[in-house]
């Protein structure tokens, strides 16, 4: 019944490595709002994936928002989050990729760095659920949604974003 915490971290990195795979993706991070928890590759330490590691971890708090944003009370195109602060574009430094996006009851979120996000977040599903079962055993809290509320008869929440490229 109880599972070791580093067999269960050792799944959830193989997930994320799997999910990044997916979406033939260069980055994946699995974050909460104070930062980076796991990441795929392992080794961020220059290039590209340091700079994606970098925007995770400096803008953690503020992705978490992102779903609230886009799915929130405000009217179609306001930018504006609930509290009425404004929402700047998070990725626009960020143009040579596209960024899958998930968030699991509002607690903790990966992030997916790759040419298709779209294609990413309609083949994930089953990759993605088992994600969230070694996430929910791996840290208890994580069963919480972010009000302090239980799940405990219900399935957990998880939000997906896909934010594309711009046209033009």
Request: with cysteine.
């Amino acid at each position: 019944m109880f599972e070791l915490k580093a067999k269960l971290q050792e799944d959830a990195h193989r997930l994320l490595d799997a999910l990044r795979d997916l979406g033939e993706g260069r980055y994946a991070a699995l974050f909460d709002p104070k930062g980076v928890l796991l990441e795929s590759p392992s080794d961020t330490s220059e290039g590209a994936s340091w700079v994606l590691r970098r925007f995770v971890q400096s803008h953690a708090e503020a992705l978490f928002r992102v779903p609230e944003v886009l799915h929130g009370p405000a009217a179609p195109g306001d930018s504006r989050a609930e509290g009425g602060e404004e929402m700047r574009d998070l990725f626009e430094d960020l143009e040579s990729d596209e960024f899958f996006l998930a968030f699991l009851n509002g607690r903790v979120g990966i992030l997916v760095a790759c040419p298709d996000a779209q294609r990413l977040q309609d083949e994930s599903g089953k990759v993605l659920k088992v994600l969230a079962d070694r996430l929910l055993r791996l840290n208890p809290a994580w069963r919480l949604d972010e009000k302090g509320r239980g799940l405990f008869f219900g399935s957990p929440r998880l939000d997906t974003v896909v934010i594309g490229r711009p046209n033009g």
